[in-house]
Structure formats: structure tokens, C-alpha cells
């Protein structure tokens, strides 16, 4: 949207580096909350998984600094509160997606015993640099800490574009409201405006109308951009330069690699994470680490299991980790985005599992067949690999999808909740297969019950 653009715009001239000085974050007591589970049942209902035993705390506040890049990374985490050493997941949410919007599926996990850390990284705007991340630029400009933004508080570039954001009228500036505006959280639903008029569509592109008969293009309709959906073919007269056009913000290899330091650094700073949360210590193991992503997180999660990519004119450059022993992606990463090529997938030996919507969200003419989604899992090494394709579904129904709406009204479709259920299902038997060496989970993973369960819908293929 215009404005959108004229906020990155002014953006620009904001100083990437002042974020190194971002005023230490003051408590809220709302942010770390407990949530007690139900037991699990013996038996495992496929289309709605029950939570674990484990009582699960939650910590949204938490803060790394990166000294070699110079730059803040926000963080929350979600474990067990039972004593106990438990497999730590890092979880990267998709571009457009906020990490601490997006924790059903990790508080999931932590119940049934895991400790699940869920770094918020930086939006790519256009030509793949990393924009300015809306909390951080909340935190920074909120100075009297009331938890909103006045027109004063913002740098004097941004004034300009303050009545654009403040999209309910209120005279302030919310942290969803800077997170919609640079590629976040979707703000609360406003009173509908006067529709244009709209042009009647051209018959190729009737014909691949999908069930929410809306394109990307069409003026009612917005989507926050997800990297787990191939680029779209542009219109005449719009096509942008590699790695500039619509759809291509962040297909830069630097933006995975960036994420993965990201990722990499909880690891290696975890004295500090305990310090800051003293119900930590003990808890996270460090011998049994798993990367679960979606789109930009689900490409994170390949090359440190071991996928190859393509930088600059070094080709099969691997940022592999030992430490990582199972990987989870939700939108397959596939060849021709971040540097991926149809052999990148030769090297992967570490244990993965795919999940992809069948059914793909209509991004103009060039989406590839759903088929396409398989790359990945037919490329990789033998052993421990697994795809499910779920009928009737996108990937923005999958855990760690980025917010969608539609129409000036902010009413977005549903979402399929069955493959948000079946995905967190089918993750857990993997993890706890990989991580914990679960003899029952590797039995139903090597059985038909995901298939059983949805009658078909979700259809787990392994090798």
C-alpha cells in the first residue's frame, strides 16, 4: 500500500545503528504469565491434540545483544515449570509474522516438554535488507514507557506519516499499529470506507481465481507477505530488479543467514537467558536442539540442518550447526529463493520434516503446482525424512504464518483450524521421535494414523 511504502520511505532515514542504544526494557507485568496444561489422554486425537501435563511459563521480555552485529535481538520463551531437563526448539516465525504473536504452537510444545525460544527478526524490505523491527522501534521511542506512541515522541521524519498509522483515530500510535504498519500484526478492524470502483478482471485470470476470489493486486485486499509462497509473476510495466519486485522482499540469501545468527545466538548466550530468567536453569538441553520455522524460518531451519545455498558467486556454501539434530518446516523451503538450487538438498542427513498446504493461495500466473512443495524432501538423504500435504489448506494456515487480511474492514478469512491441528500434532511425534528417541511416536509415524485420522486430508509421506 502507499503508505506502507512512504513509511520504509521515511524509515530510511532513521539510523539502522540507533537501535544499538535502545533504553533498557522497563517490566510489565502483564508480559509473563503461567498457563496450566489438562493431561494428555492416552490415546492421540489427530484432529485435536491435547496439551501435555507439563505447566507452562511464558516470558515475552526477554533481550539478547549481538556485540558483532551490533544489535539487539527480542525474544520469548515457553517451558515446562516442573523440574526437569527438557529439548530446546528455536522457533522462526515467518516474514511479516510477529514471534510474540505466534505462540500457540510453542506453548504447545512446551507442555509436552519442551523449551521453545522464539526470537522476533528483522522485517526485509525491499531488495532484502533488514528493516528496522517494529518492537524494537516501539521500545526505542516509547520514552515515557506508557505503552503508546505520541506524535512527539517520533523522530521528526515520522511525523509526517503518523495520521496514516494511527489507523483508529486516537490521537497514539499502539504497538499493533507500528507492527501493521511495517509488516506486522494485524490492527484492530475499522468501520469500512467507500469500495472503488473496481475493473472487471480479465478472463486468464477468472479462470485461476482461488475460493477467496481476491489477488494480491486487487485495491480491497492485503496480504502481510509470506516468503513460503513462491514469487508471482509481475505485470508488464511493474516488474522490479532480482531480489526488488513484489514478492521478492528478503530472497536474499543474507536475510536467512542473518535469521540463523539469530537463532544461533540463543544458543550460545544461554548463561545470560538464565540469568535474566532464573526458572531456566537446568532446563534447556543443549545436547538436543531442533530448528522448526515457517517460509523465511522453514529456509533458516534447512541450512543449518545442512541444506547448501548459493552466495554471491560462492555456490553449496553450508552454514550447517552440529548442535541442530532435527529440523521442522512449514512452507518448504524450495530451489530458486535464498540462494537454494536444486542441490542443496544433497548434504541434508539431519532429520526433517516438511509440512505444506495443498492447496496454494492464488499469487498471479507462475505458481507452481503444490508438487513442487516435495523439492526439499525428495533431495534429501535417505533416512528420517518426512512431507505431509494437506488437502484444502495454504500455508497460512500453518503454525508461524504471517497475519493476512482482507478488505478495508481488516476481516481476514478463517483459518483451517484441522491443519493447524494436524501440523502441531505431527511435529510433536517428530520431535519427541528425534529429540527424546520416543519408540511410540517412531511406531505412529511409521503407521497410518495422521492419514486415518483426517481421512485422507493430511497424507504423510516418509523415507
Given at each position: 500500500m502507499l503508505w506502507t511504502r512512504l513509511l520504509f520511505t521515511g524509515l530510511a532515514a532513521v539510523s539502522i545503528s540507533s537501535l544499538a542504544t535502545l533504553a533498557q526494557e522497563a517490566p510489565a507485568p502483564d508480559k509473563n504469565t503461567e498457563k496450566k496444561t489438562e493431561a494428555s489422554p492416552g490415546a492421540i486425537d489427530v484432529n485435536k491434540p491435547a496439551v501435555g501435563k507439563l505447566t507452562v511459563i511464558k516470558k515475552t521480555d526477554l533481550k539478547l545483544t549481538d556485540d558483532a552485529r551490533k544489535r539487539d535481538v527480542l525474544l520469548a520463551v515457553c517451558f515446562p515449570k516442573e523440574e526437569g531437563s527438557y529439548p530446546v526448539?528455536?522457533?522462526?516465525?515467518?516474514?511479516?509474522?510477529?514471534?510474540?504473536?505466534?505462540?500457540?504452537?510453542?506453548?504447545?510444545?512446551?507442555?509436552?516438554?519442551?523449551?521453545?525460544?522464539?526470537?522476533?527478526?528483522?522485517?526485509?524490505?525491499?531488495?532484502?535488507?533488514?528493516?528496522?523491527?517494529?518492537?524494537?522501534?516501539?521500545?526505542?521511542?516509547?520514552?515515557?514507557?506508557?505503552?503508546?506512541?505520541?506524535?512527539?515522541?517520533?523522530?521528526?521524519?515520522?511525523?509526517?506519516?503518523?495520521?496514516?498509522?494511527?489507523?483508529?483515530?486516537?490521537?497514539?500510535?499502539?504497538?499493533?499499529?507500528?507492527?501493521?504498519?511495517?509488516?506486522?500484526?494485524?490492527?484492530?478492524?475499522?468501520?469500512?470506507?467507500?469500495?472503488?470502483?473496481k475493473e472487471e478482471p480479465r478472463k486468464d485470470d477468472k479462470?485461476?481465481?482461488?475460493?477467496?476470489?481476491?489477488?494480491?493486486d486487487s485495491p480491497d485486499m492485503h496480504l502481510t507477505e509470506d516468503p513460503a509462497q513462491p514469487a508471482p509473476e509481475q505485470p508488464r510495466g511493474r516488474q522490479g530488479r532480482q531480489g526488488q519486485g513484489r514478492g521478492q522482499r528478503g530472497n536474499d540469501p543474507t536475510s536467512i543467514i542473518d535469521r540463523s545468527k539469530d537463532l544461533l545466538l540463543v544458543i550460545d548466550q544461554m548463561a545470560k537467558l538464565v540469568e535474566a530468567t532464573p526458572e531456566l536453569k537446568g532446563k534447556a538441553n543443549l545436547e538436543q536442539i531442533a530448528v522448526v520455522g515457517h517460509g523465511a524460518g522453514a529456509a533458516t531451519a534447512m541450512i543449518l540442518g545442512g541444506a547448501t545455498i548459493d552466495v554471491g558467486e560462492e555456490k553449496g556454501k553450508t552454514f550447517a550447526d552440529k548442535r541442530v539434530k532435527a529440523v521442522v518446516q512449514y512452507g518448504p523451503a524450495q530451489s530458486g529463493r535464498y540462494g537454494f538450487s536444486a542441490d542443496s538438498w544433497k548434504g541434508l542427513n539431519t532429520p526433517m520434516l516438511a509440512v505444506s498446504g495443498a492447496t496454494q493461495m492464488n499469487f498471479g500466473r507462475g505458481t507452481p503446482d503444490p508438487e513442487a512443495r516435495k523439492e526439499s524432501f525428495k533431495g534429501a538423504a535417505e533416512g528420517n525424512k518426512y512431507f505431509v500435504g494437506?488437502?484444502?489448506?495454504?500455508?497460512?494456515?500453518?503454525?508461524?504464518?504471517?497475519?493476512?487480511?482482507?478488505?478495508?474492514?481488516?476481516?481476514?478469512?478463517?483459518?483451517?483450524?484441522?491443519?493447524?491441528?494436524?501440523?502441531?500434532?505431527?511435529?510433536?511425534?517428530?520431535?519427541?521421535?528425534?529429540?527424546?528417541?520416543?519408540?511410540?511416536?517412531?511406531?505412529?509415524?511409521?503407521?497410518?494414523?495422521?492419514?486415518?485420522?483426517?481421512?485422507?486430508k493430511a497424507r504423510l509421506e516418509r523415507k
Open positions: 526448539i528455536l522457533y522462526s516465525v515467518g516474514q511479516g509474522a510477529v514471534a510474540n504473536d505466534s505462540l500457540a504452537t510453542p506453548e504447545f510444545l512446551a507442555s509436552h516438554g519442551y523449551v521453545v525460544f522464539a526470537p522476533t527478526h528483522p522485517q526485509p524490505a525491499r531488495g532484502g535488507a533488514a528493516a528496522p523491527n517494529p518492537d524494537q522501534m516501539f521500545e526505542q521511542y516509547d520514552t515515557n514507557k506508557d505503552g503508546k506512541l505520541s506524535k512527539e515522541e517520533l523522530p521528526e521524519q515520522l511525523r509526517d506519516f503518523f495520521d496514516t498509522v494511527d489507523t483508529d483515530g486516537d490521537g497514539f500510535i499502539s504497538k499493533d499499529e507500528l507492527r501493521a504498519a511495517v509488516g506486522g500484526a494485524t490492527p484492530a478492524p475499522q468501520p469500512p470506507k467507500e469500495e472503488p470502483k479462470e485461476k481465481e482461488d475460493e477467496f476470489d481476491h489477488t494480491p494437506i488437502e484444502g489448506a495454504s500455508d497460512f494456515d500453518l503454525p508461524g504464518a504471517p497475519a493476512m487480511r482482507m478488505g478495508r474492514s481488516g476481516q481476514a478469512p478463517a483459518r483451517n483450524e484441522a491443519a493447524g491441528n494436524w501440523t502441531n500434532c505431527v511435529t510433536l511425534q517428530f520431535l519427541n521421535s528425534t529429540l527424546k528417541a520416543d519408540e511410540a511416536a517412531k511406531q505412529w509415524l511409521a503407521g497410518d494414523a495422521l492419514d486415518k485420522g483426517t481421512e485422507g
